[in-house]
């Protein structure tokens, strides 16, 4: 059965000082509380080593990482690196960095083969830009997406996956998609992986919302029939916000 997941997307956010506390603070309310859903903070790669600690309820994860193992790649960060630090999972394929950093699906799918052969949890992020959704190109744009970086995948290693759909409209913009929006492209993400594998992988697999969810649409976005969780950005950086966020699942 899929799971329900919370993610935090710190992005280049927090000093060191206010990620510990931030970090403290979400793992002591959830202390004791009953495990509904999984909760994840995705770091700046430089806080990792100081909040990764096995025993406690939020997992950590970074936010990119490099497909080869060593090399002459200045300023960058293996996927063994992270792993043997303990890094739990890492963010693939974010908007910011396909869109930012030039990021293709071949050099993605690079990067995912990269961290499941380390072990990591795969956070794979998709979503269309605004003119997409405009033109109505928006389902083939996600399922080309899903379709060049992880269809060649084993069944089993879907296990190890997590997919976050992200309109790019919606991130930071205060805009959300309508939960019906929402709850359609992940249908559409679905059936993808029913047709491309099989059914039991379809249902199996969790399907994040991300995009300018915060506490006052999370309940209607993250109760849809197939919206599994969230990947939130801006409202994971305040305890307040994100404790009300992961609620949702309570
Ligand atoms: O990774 C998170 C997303 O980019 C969403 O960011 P946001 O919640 O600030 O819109």
Request: glycine residues 8%.
């Amino acid at each position: 059965m899929r799971k329900k997941i919370v993610a935090g997307n710190w992005k280049m956010n927090l000093s060191l000082e206010e990620g510990q506390s931030l970090h403290k603070t979400i793992n002591s309310e959830l202390e004791g509380a009953s495990a509904n859903c999984e909760v994840y903070h995705f770091t700046p790669s430089i806080y990792l080593t100081s909040l990764i600690n096995e025993d406690q309820k939020v997992q950590v994860g970074a936010q990119n990482g490099h497909p080869e193992k060593s090399g002459a790649f200045t300023g960058e960060i293996s996927m063994s690196q992270l792993k043997a630090i303990g890094t739990q999972a890492v963010l693939i394929g974010h908007s910011e960095r396909r869109q930012l950093f030039n990021e293709s699906d071949s050099f993605l799918k690079e990067k995912v083969d990269a961290a499941l052969s380390e072990g990591l949890k795969v956070f794979f992020c998709c979503g269309e830009s605004l003119e997409q959704r405009e033109n109505g190109d928006y389902n083939t744009t996600v399922v080309n997406q899903l379709k060049n970086a992880l269809f060649h995948l084993d069944s089993t290693d879907f296990q190890k996956i997590v997919i976050a759909y992200e309109p790019i409209w919606a991130i930071g913009t205060g805009k959300t998609a309508s939960p019906e929006q929402a709850n359609e492209m992940h249908q559409n993400i679905r059936k993808s992986f029913a047709h491309a594998y099989s059914k039991e992988i379809a249902e199996d697999i969790s399907i994040l919302y991300g995009g300018s969810c915060k506490p006052s649409n999370a309940s209607d976005l993250l109760t849809q029939s197939d919206i599994d969780g969230g990947l939130i950005g801006g409202a994971s950086l305040k305890a307040e916000d994100f404790l009300a966020i992961i609620s949702t699942y309570k």
